[in-house]
């Protein structure tokens, strides 16, 4: 039996304790040789099995289905309790997005090792009124998407990286070399989406709601507004017609939806302000059997779509 260390994960409610501190009782017992990883969302185990790639120490699977996208008050099922009671260690996105959990995780399991991916990512985006998730996330005062940019992605990858070698020490030196390769394709990924919106005729955007806020400060663009201020609640009339107008003061240039929400509302806006509407994935969901490449492949439409939405700047 291996000892781990835990990273407190203030936002699941776990006991705030100083790394390499590993509290009573928090012993795994990997079955069939394999320590069981569970993580919470779709690019959480994307990264995760990319850093672990050629490795057989782990049993990484997903938590929340595949198509859910962001966790945004998700309630918890019999069926994602099974899967935390017979978790060794479970990898969270962090920074409020899975609030939801709080006392149920330590109910569930109350030895499972919580390691928060975001721990110590610096240059984080703090909520703001226009972009404020829901009450819940007002607990951690920070835009939990990282995901959603590849360059914060790319720190995500290296924390990653380092939590799974003190996992499995003799993996150390293949955790490490995935994420260096991993990290660079991502670094090369937000080169290329900053390249992309520099050629650009225009850098003002509106999004469906905060998910691209890291994106587009990392790539130079500005979001103007948000259609949804809580995800998945709809705008009443009055603050339709608002967005409206704020996008025709600010001379936005497009709307741009998610894959994982109704485009209906966006599209209408778009129509109303004369702008045209497009999709952009922050690749919150995917499919159940992931390629590891996906981000990779995603992002690449996504530098499409700005390019072919917001077109090339005359020269």
Do not use: W
Request: aromatic share 6%; glycine share 6%.
């Amino acid at each position: 039996m291996r000892k781990f260390v835990l990273h407190s994960l203030m936002a699941l409610g776990a006991a705030c304790l100083p790394i390499g501190v590993t509290p009573a009782g928090a012993e795994a017992a990997p079955a069939g040789g394999k320590t069981r990883i569970l993580c919470s969302v779709f690019p959480i185990v994307l990264f995760t099995r990319n850093v672990a790639a050629g490795s057989d120490a782990f049993q990484i699977d997903l938590m929340l289905p595949a198509a859910m996208g962001c966790p945004h008050d998700y309630l918890l099922t019999p069926q994602d309790m099974r899967k935390i009671a017979e978790a060794d260690v479970f990898i969270a996105n962090g920074l409020g997005l899975e609030e939801f959990l709080g006392d149920p995780l330590r109910k569930a399991n109350p030895k499972i090792v919580v390691v928060d991916s975001s721990r110590g990512i610096e240059k984080l985006i703090p909520l703001t009124a226009k972009g404020t998730e829901s009450a819940r996330d007002l607990h951690a005062g920070f835009n939990p998407h990282l995901f959603a940019s590849p360059r914060m992605a790319a720190s995500i990858v290296r924390n990653i990286a380092s939590e799974l070698s003190k996992l499995d020490p003799p993996g150390a030196e293949l955790y490490e070399k995935n994420s260096d390769a991993y990290a660079a394709k991502l670094d090369r990924l937000a080169g290329e989406f900053a390249a992309a919106v520099h050629r650009s005729r225009s850098r003002r955007i509106v999004t469906q709601h905060a998910v691209f806020d890291y994106l587009a400060r990392d790539a130079g663009l500005e979001i103007v507004a948000v259609v949804e201020e809580a995800p998945g609640q709809e705008p009443s009339a009055a603050r339709m017609l608002d967005l409206v107008n704020q996008i025709k003061a600010s001379k936005a240039a497009a709307v741009f939806t998610e894959p994982q929400y109704p485009s209906k509302v966006g599209e209408t806006i778009a129509r109303e302000a004369g702008i045209p509407v497009a999709t952009l994935d922050p690749v919150a969901s995917g499919p159940e059997n992931i390629p590891l490449d996906y981000y990779e492949k995603v992002m690449k439409d996504n530098i499409a779509t700005l390019e072919r939405v917001l077109g090339a700047e005359a020269k």
